[in-house]
């Protein structure tokens, strides 16, 4: 497959409308949050947030099950609110403190849930797509069905290990979706300066790999092809390669100046192009909800995110006894 694809907007529940608003307008708006968090001093370190991209990791989280796995990069707090993980310890974690999914020792980059199947975002470019090839082994010599969902960005597209996974991965069958986040920029080279493939999910071609490309910016799009992904993974057909042409609005870390692009260019794709408005509009037209609805949800979740923020701040930071402690694990004979 190679066109782009759009959902069938007919079969498209209000409910399920109301719960990808809810899920993106929850990402965007903690990511808000910890913007100003990073500003005030208060988040340390690197943080790479995902603001515009939200409609790739709710679309693809609404076509998985309990069960199925993922891993991704270092633009990770969307992906860890949503497979469900707690906000206030997202933001604790995100502020080092101990009530944090790392206890305040890993920050935005090194997070895990065993409960939620959340496997970490990864510091190094491409270093998480062998992983998940191993997670989903781990499914495959099990005998379950479940998948992996292994996330990266157009600039580890060009990493050597990707490739080295893709073949191991085709050769053994192993269930995973390899899900290209192509936002266009890489850390700040534009996709067309980096390299001459028309596109990236095409380079599977070449180890026999199926897959497509997909608007990254249309929730319901995503969804589809996250349906017809895990649908071909369940069904022991091997891996399969979706590239979702997306759209950070910041630049790739909080410290970039973005200045490889032009601010017409990121309000354009604003005005036009944004995931949480499209639905937005969808549940207005379709009369799904009213203004005042959409405003009650955009409070609650506000006051969500303040929480969580509140929390971060209360909780204390890790004692230095916890310098020595997760070294090690212990291994029963």
């Known amino acids: ?23 993106m307008l929850m990402i965007r708006r903690f990511e808000e949050k910890a913007g100003q968090l990073y500003g005030m001093g208060l988040i340390g370190g690197f943080c790479h947030l995902y603001i515009g991209q939200e409609a790739v990791v ?43 999914f790392s206890k305040g020792k890993g920050g935005s980059m090194h997070m895990f849930s065993k409960e939620k199947h959340f496997y970490g975002g990864h510091g190094i470019v491409a270093a998480q797509v062998p992983l998940g090839a ?28 990707v490739y080295e996974t893709y073949n191991m991965a085709e050769l053994w069958s192993l269930p995973v979706i390899f899900v290209i986040e192509n936002n266009q920029y ?7 300066r980096s390299t ?21 910016m249309n929730v319901l799009a ?7 992904a895990v649908a071909h993974c369940r069904a022991g ?7 979702v042409k997306t759209y950070r609005y910041r630049g790739h870390s909080m410290s970039d ?21 499209q639905i937005r509009d969808m549940l207005l037209t379709g009369k799904h909800a009213s203004e005042d609805d959409l405003k009650a949800i955009d409070k609650e979740i506000k006051g969500i995110v303040n929480e969580a923020a509140e929390f971060s701040k209360e909780s204390p930071e890790p004692a230095l006894e916890e310098l020595w402690t997760d070294i090690y694990a212990k291994v029963e004979a």
């Open 134 to 161: 191993g997670l989903a082994f781990s499914d495959k010599y099990k005998g379950n069905d479940n998948v992996t969902f292994a996330y990266f960005g157009d600039g580890a597209a060009n990493q050597g290990q």
């Open 1 to 23: 497959m190679s066109a782009k694809k759009t959902a069938a907007k007919s079969n498209v529940s209000a409910e399920e409308l109301l719960g990808h608003y809810r899920e």
């Open 58 to 100: 709710v679309g693809l989280e609404a076509a998985s099950k309990e069960g199925d796995k993922r891993v991704t990069s270092y633009r990770d707090h969307g992906h860890m609110l949503a497979c469900g993980m707690d906000p206030k310890g997202i933001m604790a974690e995100l502020t080092g403190r101990e009530g944090g």
């Open 196 to 216: 001459k493939s028309p596109s990236l999910w095409e380079r599977g071609k070449a180890y026999g790999i199926e897959g497509e490309e997909v608007d990254g």
């Open 257 to 277: 100046p973005a200045k490889y692009r032009t601010r017409e260019e990121v309000q354009k794709m604003r005005d036009e192009r944004d995931p949480i408005e």
């Open 222 to 228: 995503v969804k589809e092809a996250g349906e017809r």
């Open 186 to 192: 890489a850390m700040g080279t534009s996709v067309n």
């Open 237 to 243: 057909e091997g891996p399969y390669i979706l590239e």
